[in-house]
């Protein structure tokens, strides 16, 4: 499994630099800041709470608390399998809607969505529909390819259903919320994952051979592209013409054609790994010798990707409303940052409409984001950025453990948060600049006051449209509302979609995310408090 190199801070300084040139405000600092700036007073529960009733509050500690054990949330969706076989659907569903599928999910249609979001609506909180819909490779499920928690078939006719499922989505976000419409979904389902991992797996090939390709000044990394014309002078790279014609051509079986492909690259004085990839994947018939091939099939299917994307893409921009493409496996994700950022470079020329995800928790996320954010800035779009920490990890260190590379996950938690914050500091200079709009997710206090730090520090409009908090629907309410309170923009993200599909999806999400759940102690503290305090006004 290719990776690039890590060369972001390098990059990133450079980048940082070139912007102070043109936008005095923005700090040369790197340094975390420091500023007074008043904490938010997360114990404010009376505040926190107060668009809760007391049933909802008592769910979402009963809930909460729930999902703070680890034998349950393993077990949790045989435990829903269970339930539905003993006493029915009908009865199963009366149970869990109101108590566990409400905690976390916004409702089972489009129509049910409306009581939700309009609710957060009052409270200044902002909305981002994401209707549960997803699939996996089958040797990830040991069974044929899955769409949705249901076990639906992924083929064509699916996958276009999907897609006029999220044309309804995106048109509805626009008529509940004007203002800010947002809505997501999961590439796995536009397309078979398959498809997605095989292309993944060409484009790592293709990066491999692009390395080859290139030389390096001043001691650059051997993976290069083409920089924004203000850091040539510092860090550029050029054609590899030392490398002989011969052993390009070696690496391909139709010479002549590789010859072709030869003169050209070293007829530029540079090129990037994206014009790189696209150069190859136009010519797909120009096969490696070793390696896989970019076949026309495959083609055809991201041509078939990318045709439903364009559905929704062009009705967001008809309609101002932004679309954020969510991360999944590292398996499939080359793949959806590849169709992400050609999005972004055709939708977002004057406005962002496309988001793309980056998880911090990989250890390459901090070279394809500044990778990225290069792109833009030299290209001249505006990069669409939503920024998580991660799921998946669990499933991924077994992935690697069981196929014998190295795992793409973080040591540590602190790794994580730090290439979190590092990432942030190279986002905020770009929102500065109107070249990028991102939403930070995150549950984490820390992490909420240095971003509030940072839009203090970088000047920014906290109600402008550069930077959003986001958190999850039915976790983190007092972060959410007190945020909401002091001006923030902040949205929750909102899963819908019938009862049977979105918890076994949830339950999914639960165990990929049991480090997240299991920090929810201090929101179960907030809520007893809460109780408490209502208990006792109500006594006297």
């Not at 939700?116 to 069974?143: C, F, K, W």
């Not at 389902?189 to 051979?209: S, Y």
Request: include cysteine; charge should be neutral.
């Amino acid at each position: 499994m290719s990776r690039l190199p890590q060369y972001h801070r390098i990059i990133s300084t450079r980048l940082k630099s070139s912007l102070v040139a043109s936008h005095p405000t923005i700090s040369q600092s790197d340094s975390t800041p420091h500023l007074t700036l008043p904490r938010l007073n997360y114990r404010d529960t009376e505040l926190a709470y107060r668009s809760v009733n007391n049933f909802q509050l008592f769910r979402s500690w009963f809930v909460l608390q729930a999902c703070s054990w680890r034998v349950f949330v393993s077990h949790a969706e045989n435990l829903m399998t269970m339930l539905q076989r003993l006493t029915g659907r009908r009865i199963s569903s009366a149970i869990l809607k109101p108590l566990i599928y409400q905690q976390f999910a916004g409702g089972e249609t489009i129509a049910e969505l409306a009581g939700p979001v309009i609710h957060l609506r009052q409270h200044s909180v902002l909305t981002m529909i994401n209707y549960s819909v997803e699939a996996d490779i089958p040797e990830e499920r040991g069974t044929e390819m899955i769409a949705s928690s249901g076990g639906i078939p992924t083929g064509e006719a699916h996958c276009d259903t999907n897609r006029d499922t999220q044309l309804a989505v995106i048109e509805f976000s626009k008529e509940i919320c004007p203002e800010a419409p947002f809505s997501s979904f999961k590439i796995t389902g536009m397309t078979t994952p398959t498809v997605l991992q095989e292309f993944t797996t060409i484009l790592n090939t293709l990066d491999e051979v692009f390395a080859k390709v290139g030389i390096p000044r001043r001691n650059m990394p051997s993976f290069w592209f083409k920089l924004p014309v203000s850091l040539r002078n510092d860090v550029h790279l050029n054609i590899n013409k030392a490398m002989s014609r011969d052993i390009f051509i070696g690496l391909f079986e139709d010479v002549t054609r590789a010859g072709l492909i030869y003169d050209s690259l070293t007829s530029k004085d540079t090129i990037d790994l994206y014009e790189f990839r696209d150069i190859m994947l136009t010519n797909p018939d120009v096969r490696l010798r070793e390696g896989p091939t970019v076949s026309g099939d495959l083609i055809a299917a991201i041509g078939r990707l990318e045709a439903r994307l364009e559905v929704l893409f062009k009705r967001a921009v008809e309609l101002g409303a932004r679309v954020m493409i969510d991360a999944e496996q590292t398996y499939m994700q080359k793949a959806i940052n590849h169709v992400a950022l050609r999005a972004m470079r055709k939708y977002n020329t004057d406005q962002v409409h496309v988001y793309n995800t980056y998880q911090c928790y990989l250890k390459h996320t901090p070279d394809t984001l500044t990778l990225d954010a290069l792109d833009a800035t030299e290209r001249g779009y505006k990069l669409g950025v939503k920024l998580v920490r991660g799921a998946y990890m669990e499933q991924e260190r077994k992935r690697a453990t069981e196929h014998g590379y190295p795992s793409p996950i973080q040591d540590t938690k602190p790794a994580t948060d730090a290439t979190y914050h590092s990432m942030l500091d190279v986002l905020f200079p770009l929102a500065v600049q109107d070249s990028a709009t991102f939403l930070a997710g995150s549950h984490n206090e820390h992490t909420v006051e240095y971003i509030r730090e940072g839009i203090a520090r970088h000047g920014i409009d906290p109600t402008s449209d550069s930077v959003y908090f986001g958190q999850l629907y039915g976790m983190c309410d007092p972060t959410t509302f007190l945020l909401a309170e002091a001006g923030y923009n902040v949205i929750k993200a909102v899963p819908y979609g019938p009862l049977t599909d979105v918890l076994p999806y949830l339950a999914r999400r639960a165990q990929e995310n049991h480090g997240v759940l299991t920090e929810t102690q201090r929101e179960l503290q907030l809520l007893r408090k809460e109780m408490r305090r209502r208990l006792a006004a109500d006594a006297s």
